[in-house]
């Protein structure tokens, strides 16, 4: 997976795209899936409140308690994140003229470590309890210790699945050698598109978004015919019909064609090494990288990126419509503290001895001469 350069722009852009999530004093945000006859809701809560929900992975996001409405039929993914506390990440259904409630209660983190997740080949795709995480090889941090389901995942290969057990305060090693496929009964689809960042739709299922320089692998797809979309904030929707082979790579890139009308808000895209860092928008929690935001409001933003154990990451800048930003921030430990010794003064018998072996010294000199 090739590195994302850091752009000091980029991260004006992370915060950006929080702002037209907090605009909504009502947490009641539209995300124009269709009208109220051919689209559902979904309602999102957690305990404790205050939450931040991000919808398939950044089309839109909330301060739970809320609702995500004109939301599309079909699978869609909510992450509800929150400052000390592990992420959940599920999907629900939605049909038309239905609201969905998503209801989570989240568990808080004392004394957090990481996972170094390492792949061959590199560049696979993981995700930690469900949650994406990127792509291999990298750390993953701020992970509450205990066990945790992580899905290793690349085209032509069989997925791999395991529980890793996170130690507090320490960096665990999970290294995997991907085993290829050999005559599978499905195939894979790899999607990319120009600009990155947009939302993929596999028949209507949100499957994940475009990254950098890179695909989205969507991996063992009965082979038949689908339907593909791609949507991005300033952009018409791509759509495209696209036939899965048993055994075979199907590649689909799409290149986005701006919309009629002049762009009135950009995107972002939010990454750090290690992942799972918070990320603050105008002292905002906006949620955990890496990160995709769309439907970022123009304006002046300042941002934080903060990690157990890592000097914080941050920035000020403008933000401009139209913009597609990429932020990587690579996050440096925090210096260990030391602490300067002292040497303990000799104590009084030390003293006395000391001067008794000289003299024992002296003595065994002078009678040798």
Known sequence: MKN????????????????????????????????????????????P??????????????ITPGTFSGVS???HSVIVTKPGFS??????????????????????????????????PQGAAFTIDGISEGKTNQVVGNLAPGPHKVTIAEAGYEVYTTTANVVAGEITDLSVTLVAEVNPPTGDLQVGSTPSGAA???????KGNTPVDDTLDINDLAPGTYTVTLTRTGYEDYTKSVNVVAGAKTQLSAILQPSGQAPTTATAQITSTPSGAE??????????????????????YSIEIRLAG????????????????????????????????????ASPVTAVIALGIAG????????RH
């Open 310 to 345: 890592y000097n914080t990451f941050s920035t000020t800048g403008m933000v401009t419509a139209g913009q597609n930003v990429q932020v990587y921030a690579a996050l440096s430990p925090v210096a260990p503290v030391t602490t300067p010794t002292t040497k303990a003064p």
């Open 87 to 120: 992420p959940i990440a599920t999907t629900v259904t939605v049909t038309a003229g239905t609201t969905q409630n998503v209801i989570v209660s989240l568990t808080p983190v004392a004394n957090p470590g990481g996972l170094s997740i390492k792949s061959t």
């Open 200 to 206: 993929v739709f596999v028949n209507g299922d949100f």
């Open 73 to 75: 039929p079909g699978l």
């Open 279 to 300: 990320v603050y928008v105008n002292n905002v929690f906006v949620g955990i990288t890496p990160l995709t935001f769309t439907n970022v409001s123009p304006g002046q």
């Open 4 to 47: 994302i350069s850091l752009i000091v722009p980029a991260l004006v852009l992370l915060v950006m795209m929080i702002g037209p999530a907090f605009a909504q004093p009502t947490s009641q945000v539209d995300v124009s899936g269709g009208t109220a006859y051919n689209s559902g809701s979904i309602y999102v809560d957690s305990t």
């Open 360 to 367: 024992l010294a002296g003595v065994l000199f002078l009678r």
């Open 49 to 62: 409140p205050t939450g931040s929900a991000i919808l398939d992975g950044g089309i839109a996001q909330l």
